[in-house]
């Protein structure tokens, strides 16, 4: 398999950690002057090639190859430029397989990321574990699965994952992988040095597997405190892509981290259309002081957003609506509520501190041990939650 097809394992299983669906309530413009969407434009070589793709399927809507392909090109799309409606284009690509109970393992595989993306793990994990079956040797499915178990909270089983995608993949991917699971399983400083390693042995790589990796050392070195080495990773980062939408959130997590918040609005202008990255607009504009019409409005916005989401069903973004309720509308009990029902989804560092802080604000320590507990077990390795954990004993 090519090393960009892991990638866009990796890169679809991080939009899930990002952002989803950006929907809101109907807006009526106060004027036709206002500026309400930047649509692409028209000569941009990406919407050029996807029109053509658009044609061509249109033509033959049951080619399998061509309609992959297509929903290939809008699934990197929707990473690409921060716009997860692409993914909805992407299974309208595949429609006339989406539905089936067991499609071609191409359109399988594109659906697992799909619905992993809406936070549907189990169903995409059948699908990968489907395609599995029938190819052993797929290395991409291989990275989803890892990823997603990762997400999960199912070290085991990613690292087995990681140890199958090892004979598959190039020393740098299959080492990402691993590091990935080693980095919150109490080995985050062996996994930072040997990532590093790595990446430097493999200096011929491509940008999109070096901004992989060089986004999972930015966040190692910021879990550790390492404010230098993690802003130096980041800007390296960012002049790979500087419109990846997960590297966009979690360096303006960083800066706001940092009390950088006019650096995290300048990173993020035009980013709102996200609902993740309008989230961190908004928190920057607060740290900044900034509580006027611009932090109404993007409040506002948010909350419209998240009824949206509400009423569709779609419990995607329960991490960043438990922030906006904790740090914007300050209401601790509902972001625990929030952040307690993500928990039980998903098991990243950032899950278990929207748990700790909204515990701490409830003051609620009871609220908090499930999380405690899991850090204690597996050894997780980040300054922001001990300092969490230590303020939540002494609430005890």
């Not at 997603?148 to 299959?174: H, I, K, M, W």
């Not at 309008?278 to 019409?293: F, K, S, T, V």
Request: charge should be positive; include cysteine; proline fraction near 4%.
């Amino acid at each position: 398999m090519q090393k960009n097809s892991c990638r866009r394992a990796q890169a679809a299983c991080a939009l899930a950690l990002a952002a989803a669906a950006a929907c809101a309530s109907p807006y009526t413009p106060a004027s036709g002057a206002e500026v309400v969407e930047l649509l692409p434009r028209r000569a941009d070589p990406l919407q050029l090639q996807l029109r053509a793709l658009r044609g061509e399927l249109s033509a033959h809507p049951r080619d399998l190859a061509l309609a992959t392909r297509l929903a290939q090109r809008y699934i990197a799309a929707a990473r690409g430029e921060s716009d997860p409606r692409y993914l909805g284009y992407a299974q309208a690509a595949l429609a006339p397989w989406w539905s089936l109970p067991a499609p071609p393992p191409a359109v399988r595989l594109l659906r697992a990321t799909v619905l992993q993306s809406l936070h549907q793990f189990d169903a995409a994990l059948r699908d990968l574990d489907a395609v599995l079956a029938a190819q052993p040797g797929n290395a991409q499915a291989w990275l989803t699965r890892a990823t997603v178990q990762t997400v999960r909270g199912d070290y085991a089983g990613a690292t087995a994952a990681c140890a199958r995608l090892s004979a598959l993949a190039d020393e740098l991917v299959s080492t990402a992988c691993l590091c990935a699971v080693a980095a919150v399983t109490g080995r985050a400083a062996k996994a930072e040095a040997l990532l590093e390693l790595t990446l430097r042995r493999g200096a011929g790589a491509p940008a999109e597997i070096r901004l992989w990796v060089l986004t999972q050392l930015a966040e190692m070195a910021a879990r550790r405190g390492d404010a230098a080495n993690a802003a130096a990773r980041f800007e390296l980062t960012l002049a790979l892509d500087g419109r990846d939408s997960y590297l966009l959130g979690a360096y303006a997590d960083f800066l706001l981290e940092q009390g950088r918040g006019a650096d995290a609005l300048r990173l993020l202008r035009g980013q709102g259309r996200v609902d993740a990255l309008l989230l961190r607009q908004a928190l920057a504009l607060r740290q900044e002081g900034a509580a006027g019409p611009a932090l109404a409005a993007a409040a506002a916005e948010l909350g419209a957003r998240f009824a949206a989401a509400a009423q569709r069903g779609d419990s995607v973004h329960r991490r960043e609506q438990a922030r906006f309720e904790l740090h914007l509308r300050r209401d601790a009990r509902a972001a625990l509520a929030l952040a307690q029902s993500n928990w039980a989804v998903q098991k990243e560092p950032a899950d278990m501190r929207i748990v700790l802080e909204a515990a701490l604000q409830a003051r609620d320590a009871a609220a908090a041990a499930p999380v405690l507990r899991w850090i204690a077990e597996h050894r997780v390795e980040d300054l922001a939650l001990a300092r969490l954990a230590r303020q939540l004993r002494q609430l005890s």
